[in-house]
């Protein structure tokens, strides 16, 4: 019978470890390229108009990365973010911006795409909103400005029992206020629903910005705008407490805080780059708010006292006299 040396035992042995770790490594770098795609999968990022699958800031990105089907619409090999940028920098004034903006409403789908010039906002499902979205908010020589007078009011989030969906910036009637970003204007004419005096500006970097309670609109919806360019004057128009600027940053319809974007005390942006969570766009749970009826109460009164509206407190409590409240009763009112 024919025994192996110890030397012939070692080198089995030695090749049998080292199959089982090769083995152990290949396996590991599938696992890790599965959960790779998986992440990447599960985050966009929007530049130019399209809608990637991978960060196209990159280098050495392979020519055949997949790019998603769903865009933000039909992009035009027309560049029409860097035509403005470069607009902006040159005497612009002899171009034609009308017809300018009338092309890139019509050729650029960041702009044709639920494009309504008589609504505040658009339709959205926070349900379709990827984990996370990138924006490239500034590009080349682009520039922001951020409109403060001093006296910063109030933040974004839950107050008086609903959402406030933006800055209220202090400041004194008759105050410029200024476009932020490059865009054109979607929306500039007295908002019933308690904005006033309202322009939207939807931007090159995919976002929308909201002006509101403005003493005098100086725009008009399809209007090319560029940063720092005149929208109107402050006031205090609509449901407003005194003269302040009430500011919003949206994407598709949804809005979320500004301070993503500024940062408040130094007045800049916190980076060129934007990356929104899905949580970032969608509202917070709210407790209801209530108030016990005292006897000579009138709804008006009590609406004053949580800052709301009486219709508001009718529709929420199914009211339609506003005459007849009983005392004792439990009212929802926010």
């Not at 916190?270 to 000579?296: A, F, Q, T």
Request: aromatic residues 12%; hydrophobic residues 35%; proline residues 3%.
């Amino acid at each position: 019978m024919k025994y192996l040396d110890p030397k012939g035992m070692n080198k089995i042995f030695f090749r049998t470890c080292l199959t089982i770790s090769l083995l152990f490594f290949v396996l590991s770098h599938v696992e890790a390229q599965r959960r790779k795609e998986t992440v990447i999968r599960d985050t966009i990022w929007i530049m130019d108009g399209k809608e990637y699958t991978y960060n196209p800031l990159k280098k050495n990105i392979p020519a055949t990365s997949p790019e998603k089907d769903k865009k933000i619409g039909k992009t035009s090999t027309t560049n029409y973010r860097s035509l403005v940028d470069s607009l902006r920098l040159l005497d612009y004034l002899s171009i034609n911006l009308d017809s300018l903006a009338g092309d890139i409403l019509s050729k650029d789908t960041i702009f044709s795409t639920d494009w309504c010039t008589e609504c505040v906002f658009e339709e959205s499902d926070q349900k379709e909103f990827p984990d996370s979205i990138f924006f490239e908010l500034l590009k080349n020589s682009e520039d922001f400005y951020y409109n403060q007078w001093g006296t910063f009011f109030w933040g974004y989030g839950p107050r008086w029992g609903r959402m406030h969906r933006g800055l209220d910036l202090g400041l004194t009637t008759g105050d410029t206020i200024r476009s932020t970003f490059n865009g054109i204007v979607r929306y500039a004419e007295f908002n019933n629903g308690g904005f006033g005096n309202c322009v939207v500006v939807r931007h090159f970097n995919g976002i929308e910005t909201l002006y509101a309670h403005m003493s005098e609109i100086l725009v008009k919806p399809g209007q090319l705008v560029f940063t720092s360019d005149v929208l109107g004057l402050g006031g205090s128009t609509g449901r407003s407490d005194g003269p302040h600027l009430h500011f919003e940053t949206r994407f598709k319809g949804q809005s979320f805080d500004p301070l993503k974007i500024f940062n408040k005390d130094n007045f800049t942006i916190h980076s060129n780059l934007l990356v929104l969570r899905k949580k970032d766009l969608i509202d917070p749970e709210i407790p209801r708010r209530y108030h016990v009826v005292k006897k000579g109460e009138t709804l008006s009164q009590i609406a004053r006292k949580y800052r709301t509206s009486v219709t508001n407190i009718q529709r929420l409590n199914g009211i339609k006299n506003v005459n007849k409240i009983s005392v004792g009763k439990r009212l929802i009112v926010g």
